[in-house]
């Protein structure tokens, strides 16, 4: 069943798709104009509709067809853009479903969409201005939002899993809506501290060139941050800033409606 260790176990596992995502993303330039609202490269005119910017388009045509081939049947994810597109490619499969009904669809999709685009991404992509491969780029980006939205929404069954192991404690503070209380009851520093530490060591171990000569250690010779190809510091701040942060807010949000 669900317990604190095992919740845990997906939330580190998922570390390694979020910090290699954000390695495969950090190849490509910034390539602007593939974010730009106003660039009508793509489909916009001929549907008569404004479409937003070609990594819009990206996202929302390809969470289309994965709604289609059945992503979304599992509570796990939760597309960005909802549509009512159904799966037909893929044969139905029994998804467990741990969360509570009332409180499953909470999400922070949004805050995670704002963040990645004008905070995470300026950081992130800073190897050159614009080659033009805007589809490789965007299929980058739509890397990085899922895994994000994964981790962070995973939230969901940590709080499920911390309700169920304290309801004594919970049910009061949900029944009063006093969210600072629940903040602070489902908070462990001591766990935070952990994540953010072993974030960036992932980013050090996964993100450092490998050679079959010199030294296989990290930390040792030449292993500044620049030789990194993704700064580990902001792997680290990112985690502090965002993740950590945002996935409190799903938990608690989850709490709120967890007795609906
Ligand atoms: O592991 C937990 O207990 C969580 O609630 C997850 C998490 C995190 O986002 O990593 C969030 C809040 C806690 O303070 C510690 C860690």
Redesign the pocket.
């Known amino acids: 069943g669900l317990g604190?260790d095992t919740v845990?176990g997906f939330?580190t596992r998922e570390e390694d798709t979020v910090v290699f995502s954000l390695i495969e993303r950090a190849k490509h330039p910034l390539n602007l104009p593939a974010y730009d609202d106003r660039a009508c490269f793509g489909p916009a005119g001929r549907h008569g509709r404004r479409n937003g910017s070609f990594v819009e388009l990206f996202v929302r045509e390809s969470e289309q067809i994965q709604a289609k081939a059945g992503r979304y049947q599992s509570q796990q994810e939760i597309p960005f853009f909802q549509s009512r597109v159904p799966f037909t490619l893929a044969p139905p499969y029994n998804f467990t479903t741990d969360l509570h009904p009332a409180a499953a669809s909470v999400n922070v999709n949004d805050a995670i969409w704002g963040m990645y685009f004008s905070e995470l991404l300026p950081q992130l992509a800073n190897n050159g201005s614009d080659d033009g491969n805007y589809a490789v780029t965007a299929a980058s980006d739509l890397a990085c939002l899922q895994a994000l939205s994964r981790r962070i929404n995973y939230?969901r069954y940590?709080a499920e899993v911390?309700f169920r192991g304290d309801q004594q404690r919970y049910t009061p503070l949900i029944r009063s809506k006093d969210k600072d209380a629940l903040m602070k009851l489902?908070?462990?520093?001591t766990?935070?501290d952990v994540?953010k530490r072993r974030v960036e060591k992932k980013a050090m171990v996964f993100g450092q060139d490998v050679t079959l000569d010199g030294p296989t250690e990290t930390g040792d010779d030449n292993s500044s941050q620049s030789s990194f190809k993704v700064a580990p510091s902001a792997v680290y701040e990112l985690y502090d800033r965002w993740?950590?942060p945002l996935?409190?807010q799903v938990?608690v949000e989850y709490l709120l409606h967890r007795l609906d």
């Open positions: 604190l845990r939330l939230g940590v911390k489902l908070t462990s520093q766990q935070e994540v993740v950590i996935t409190k938990e």
